[in-house]
């Protein structure tokens, strides 16, 4: 199996994945990177990554010889998402305002953290932190992105798609007593100031719930991303894992198939994290003929998965 890139966003289940991960592998088998100076950051993270002579490649080289299996830390996914691949990286996301509260307690509680809540949850570094780490790169391609609400289907779904069993253990959870009552003003206020985690997290539920549903069909996943302008266009991706061939998108305008594409257009920024076909996976339809269409859908011809529905209103 290739060696598993997981992006740890504080306080989203992360340590209890890590945790399941090493009863796996190993702790021998881990390289962390939780930042320069930490010492829970690796050796061989500090000396490749934080080192005089800071080459992400050489630590790629030197992890693959020294037969590692799992790279984590609290790090941007672009550090090391174009080596590891988008196929074997995964991560966790989590109600922002949950998320927010969950880390301020943390930050108290282990790095005594002597900061007002609102000031704490309206500094910049600790806004939109769950967009910021790996919302700016093509998610979509990653192996999973899970909610830590619903851990258990995600270990599930893990255990399916990539055959490891990992046990479900619970680590650095905030008791029901330790949590923090705030008003409806201030769960605006923490929603106001993390606008663009709001919409991140709720796209990743969209997503994972079409995984869930493809996984219970026991059917291979398209995964795919995509932009729509009614009237105009639709312009993607989308993929299989382990296919060579090109997937057939369906349009679909008022529950008939209007057209078929086959997804083989080049798109760079996906060949450079290693999606299948050296990132010939995109597609487009023209929709200026469909502007008075009532629905327009997109499917997989191959599995009949639904990748976008709109309907007029």
Known sequence: MPPLLFIHIPKTAGTSFNNAAAQIFGDSAFERDYGSGSPDTSPLVAKHIYGKAQDAYAFYQAFMAEKKQWMTGHVFAET???LFEAANSIAFVRDPVERVISEFHHRQKHFDLDRDFVDFYRDPSETNKQFRMIGQCPWQAFH?????ERYDECLQLFEQTKGLAFENIR??????DQA??????VRQ???RWNER?????????????KQLSVAAEKKPFCYHDFGFSAGEHIIGWAFYVGQENPAEIGLYVDGEMAASTH???HIAEL?????PRAGNVGFRFVLDGYKNAETIELKAVDTDQSLFFWQST
């Open 80 to 82: 090391y998402l174009h």
């Open 144 to 148: 999973m992105v899970g909610l830590q």
């Open 171 to 176: 680590i650095n959870t905030r008791s029901s």
């Open 180 to 185: 923090t009552e705030i008003s409806p003003v």
């Open 189 to 191: 206020d923490i929603l």
């Open 197 to 209: 985690d709001h919409i991140f997290y709720q796209q990743v539920a969209t997503y994972l719930e």
């Open 263 to 265: 997804a083989s257009e």
């Open 271 to 275: 060949q450079n994290i290693g999606v």
